[in-house]
């Protein structure tokens, strides 16, 4: 028998345990063993819950529980669930989780920490929800030398950019219709700022070179500038503005970062709309291939958590490679990184900025008012040196 407990019955808990209930049958087939939820940690209590005889308050209950082989976190946040974790794996106990940012400040010291006590400590739910990324990318892509990633990996700034596109609403409008549909927290800052993403594009490009990357060190532009001009612009352009994380090896040095950007219609991620996610990813032998699916939400994210679990039945007592170790990764400033621009100024400086900008399309978006163009590629730095002597810049977003 294998026993899980579930640290928080929350949006994910509530959704770990509703799927190995209802695919019982499916998960005992495929771990050759059966699986029970013996423990739901929550400090509250669910009567009329069906699982509310499964609900204690304290830790100690299940950790010393020499039952319990496997333990899903899904509490969020870094306190208690970094204690809570560091002692189920020091004891021999498997850990699976959904918590982002734990993941990407502790990863290291955590999987290091399961490894020298033959568990596991899982994460796949940490970064596309449902979309299965990280065990593609320790098993399938392992002959692969990836150096390019970008992705849509966060439902919330992926909703509000597609109402602000499809629905004509401002960035106001569409982050309170998120915030009505469960989709953003009545606090959105994380997802909005892009400190969400930042986390989840470090624990890739951690596994991508094995080393630890400090989401705290990745650029990050968030959606609050994004006006719904910019969406008219973007349309007269037959292009869409998504929030982007982007992961990119150039010569040996990594250039990580989030912000938005003008994807064109022939790409495959200008079709990614409302709360969906995707990642993609070039391989140099591979080629180019993308993850597609929900990137949140209650049963899909927590049907990624529950493969993890799977994962660690079938390797009770034995080590599934991970490698991530704590050496730090130098990031090479993301400003170095070239692209194009869209710019737009008002019509009064349109002579400042031809002559501050090589220009290689100007964009009409019915605004008399103002003047806007496409720049050639040039890196951040020098944007920034050319806005300066071009005067007034009302907007600029990046294109890919």
């Known amino acids: 028998m294998i026993n899980v407990a579930v640290l928080g019955y929350g949006t994910v808990g509530s959704g770990v345990v509703e799927v190995i209930e209802t695919n019982k049958k499916d998960i005992e087939r495929k771990i050759g063993a059966s699986i029970q939820v013996k423990y739901i940690l929550d ?19 299940i950790v010393n529980d020499p039952e319990v082989s496997i333990i899903c976190e899904t509490m969020g946040g870094m306190e208690p ?12 106990i498997s850990v699976c989780t959904s918590n982002k940012e734990l993941v990407a400040a502790h990863g290291p010291e955590l999987i290091h920490l399961a490894q020298s006590n033959k568990c596991n400590y899982m994460f796949e739910a940490s970064v596309g929800g449902g979309i299965p ?31 602000m596109d499809e629905d004509g609403a401002d960035f106001r409008d569409a982050l309170k219709e998120a915030q009505e549909l469960g989709y ?65 090896e150039i010569k040996g040095k990594l250039f990580v970062m989030v912000a938005p950007f003008m994807v064109s219609r022939d790409h495959p991620l200008y079709m990614v709309k409302d ?47 991970i490698l991530w170790d704590d050496e730090k990764v130098e990031l090479t400033d993301a400003n170095k990184l070239r692209s194009q621009y869209l710019v737009r100024v008002p019509a009064s400086e349109k002579a400042a900025a031809e002559s501050a900008f090589k220009i290689s399309e100007v964009v009409d978006a019915g605004f008399a008012n103002e003047f806007a163009f496409v720049t050639e590629e040039i890196d951040h730095d020098e944007y920034e040196e050319a806005a300066r002597k071009a005067g007034s810049v009302i907007s600029r977003i990046r294109l890919v």
């Open 133 to 163: 990324i990280i065990r593609p990318m320790n098993s399938a892509l392992t002959a692969e030398h990836i150096d390019f990633m970008m992705g849509i990996l966060n439902g919330t700034t992926n909703y509000i950019l597609t109402r």
């Open 275 to 321: 709360s969906f996610n995707a990642i993609f990813i070039h391989g140099n032998t591979l080629d180019d291939t993308m993850y597609y699916g929900r990137g949140a939400g209650k049963l899909p994210t927590a049907s990624a958590v529950v493969a993890d679990v799977v994962d660690c039945a079938r390797h009770i007592g034995k080590c599934i490679t």
């Open 43 to 61: 400090l509250r209590d669910f009567p009329g819950d069906p699982y509310e005889d499964k609900v204690v308050h304290d830790y100690e209950e």
């Open 184 to 248: 953003a927290e009545k606090d959105p800052t994380a997802d909005i700022e892009g400190y969400d993403i930042s986390r989840k594009i470090a624990i890739l490009s951690s596994l991508v070179c094995g080393h630890y990357v400090n989401y705290e060190d990745v650029y990050t532009e968030g959606i609050t500038k994004i006006t719904a001009d910019d969406i008219k612009y973007a349309k007269a352009m037959n292009r869409v503005i998504k929030l982007l994380a982007v992961s990119r």
């Open 81 to 92: 669930a970094y204690a809570f974790t560091k002692k189920a794996l020091s004891k021999g």
